[in-house]
């Protein structure tokens, strides 16, 4: 059986690590999108993280997975099993890994959203739904590679999806809905094309990763692939004891994060921040506001603080300011700028 490369083994590449974290800590931040090189690792750290977390409890013969404690009237498959239960009854639980889905730029919309069987319906009045891709990454992570290459139909359905949490199939006067949420990871070469500004504005973070060009890395990353590939089981049980201390961050930052407080004081220089660097409208306010605070508990901390907002000002915002003609520096350079314009005191 393959294994997934272990994500404490990964070398380098800081900030795409810790986005994912955040966003698998708490996935209202939104998705986390990795542009830079090929071969750098962003599909691999996906994968290795999903590994780390723990298995989820899904309603057994619910083909979405959905939460055995979520509301009802959200899954059409629960309602469904709910309706026969006797009075007090619960929904049987089971235990289930965080799924990692692949969307391919090749996929149909049928693939992708699922398939209505019209015949089937008209013949005998029953209606019959091959969940897609959405289905499958329901409370799990949705990846795309080459996100920026990914046809205009199927971006506006992630749009749509993305935005409701839900995903409504119709055909021929049929409608199925069910949920659908997902951390949406998407991947590419800024150089092959750029994205589109509304999936853009979709994905709460947003780093980039460089190939390593310090001879030293290089030779570390060879060494523990080759390594990884030749004997897979002597690989990750060195790693073992790593990715458990990470696992137990995660758990730990779970248990964490509602308690976490947000101060006024530090949401009046979100805000501050956000209004001098004239992001369009309020998502990178909510989004530094959850980051930071998912940042804090995987810190262990109970309060967020400025140096929170430091280390997550740059991948919450970059993607989200408009270029400055009069201007040609990069967007992080801004974000950094601001930080210190505005916070000089904090960053001392």
């Not at 329901?138 to 749509?160: A, K, M, P, S, T």
């Not at 949401?267 to 959850?290: A, I």
């Not at 929170?308 to 009069?326: D, T, W």
Request: glycine residues 8%; hydrophobic residues 40%; contains cysteine.
């Amino acid at each position: 059986m393959a294994r997934n490369y272990p994500f404490s083994a990964i070398v380098g590449q800081e900030d795409m690590k810790l986005a994912i974290l955040i966003a698998a800590l708490d996935s209202s931040v939104g998705g986390v999108l990795v542009m830079g090189d090929r071969g750098t690792g962003k599909s691999t750290a996906v994968r290795a993280l999903a590994a780390l977390l723990p298995e989820m409890s899904s309603v057994q013969d619910c083909v979405y997975a959905c939460d055995p404690n979520a509301a009802s009237g959200t899954c059409p498959v629960c309602d469904e099993l709910r309706a026969k239960l006797k009075v007090g009854g619960k929904l049987k639980a089971i235990k289930k890994a965080v799924p990692v889905v692949d969307l391919p730029l090749g996929a149909t919309e049928d693939r992708v959203i699922g398939a209505l069987d019209i015949e089937k319906a008209l013949s005998s009045g029953e209606k019959a739904y091959e969940p897609g891709l959405l289905a499958k990454a329901h409370r799990g992570f949705l990846y795309i590679d080459e996100v920026n290459l990914l046809e205009d139909h199927l971006v506006d359905l992630l749009i749509d999806v993305a935005a409701s949490g839900a995903n409504v199939v119709e055909r021929e006067g049929l409608s199925i809905r069910h949920p659908a949420k997902f951390v949406l990871v998407g991947s590419g070469n800024p150089e092959e094309g750029e994205l589109r500004p509304q999936l853009l504005d979709r994905f709460g973070l947003a780093v980039e990763v460089k190939t390593p060009q310090e001879p030293k890395s290089r030779v570390e990353i060879i060494k523990r692939r080759d390594e990884f590939e030749r004997n897979q089981e002597k690989f990750m049980a060195i790693w073992e004891k790593e990715d458990e201390i990470i696992r137990q961050q995660i758990q730990a930052g779970k248990k964490k994060l509602p308690s976490v407080k947000v101060d006024d004081d530090m949401l009046e220089k979100v805000t501050q921040l956000c209004s001098h660097l004239g992001t369009d409208g309020l998502r990178g306010e909510l989004t530094l506001l959850r980051a930071t605070r998912a940042y804090a508990a995987l810190c262990g901390k109970n309060h967020v603080t400025i140096e929170h907002l430091k280390k997550i000002a740059v991948p919450a915002l970059q993607h989200r300011l408009r270029r400055n003609p009069l201007d040609d520096s990069s967007s992080a350079v801004r974000v950094r700028r601001a930080l210190e314009e505005l916070f000089p005191e904090a960053s001392k």
